[in-house]
């Protein structure tokens, strides 16, 4: 079964890196945190940012949630909105929301 969601672990470590880090990057599962991080969005319709995710898996390291953000906008599954917003630490984040796809967007035309 093919899956929009997960990154392949080559991607996830500089080639440069540790042997370490490259055996961290297998161990990650990107398709679901992919998943749940898209899921988590999704329930947004207005937007949000990475700390309303963070709020809503507080047991889930930092770094599972927010490296997901890259991966779902390298995929064009979700779009920084332009808006911003202030987190948690004072600093401005993105806001994103799906990319809401158009069924049959061009017969119509």
């Known amino acids: 079964m093919h899956t929009i969601f997960g990154t392949d672990p080559k991607y996830l470590a500089r080639t ?3 042997d370490t880090s490259h055996e961290a990057a297998e161990s990650v599962d990107t398709t679901a ?3 749940l991080v898209y899921s988590a969005i999704y329930m947004h319709p207005n937007g949000c940012i990475q700390d309303d ?3 809503m898996y507080p047991n889930k390291p930092y770094s599972s949630i927010t490296a997901r953000f890259r991966a779902l906008l390298d995929k064009k599954l979700i779009e920084d909105t332009g ?3 202030k987190g948690r630490s004072g600093r401005n984040q993105r806001v ?3 990319i809401k796809k158009e069924a049959n967007n061009e017969r119509h035309q």
């Open 16 to 18: 440069d890196d540790p």
């Open 33 to 35: 945190l992919e998943a």
């Open 53 to 55: 995710i963070l709020v």
């Open 83 to 85: 808006q911003r917003r």
């Open 96 to 98: 994103v929301k799906i």
